[in-house]
């Protein structure tokens, strides 16, 4: 979160890309750091150990809502 709000800081499109299960962690860090509104993917809880297949379909499901969070064209 700290990095995302580094980011906006710079005037630059961000994204932060977290787990449901930080989802509330997330919010109090962008709060505490002045940046309320600053946009947040929320993935789901835990990525790791999920296998290969598992995770491509969580990726081309997430990606494209993830490029239209930053306003980028496709």
């Not at 860090?29 to 969580?58: F, N, S, V, W």
């Amino acid at each position: 979160m700290r990095d995302a709000v580094i980011v906006e800081n710079h005037n630059k499109p961000v994204v932060a890309a977290i787990t449901d299960e930080f989802k509330v962690h997330g919010q109090n860090i962008a709060r505490m750091e002045g940046h309320t509104d600053l946009k947040q993917m929320i993935l789901p809880y835990p990525l790791e150990g999920r296998p290969q297949k598992e995770l491509l379909e969580i990726g081309t499901e997430f990606y494209p809502k993830f490029l239209d969070m930053l306003g980028a064209t496709r």
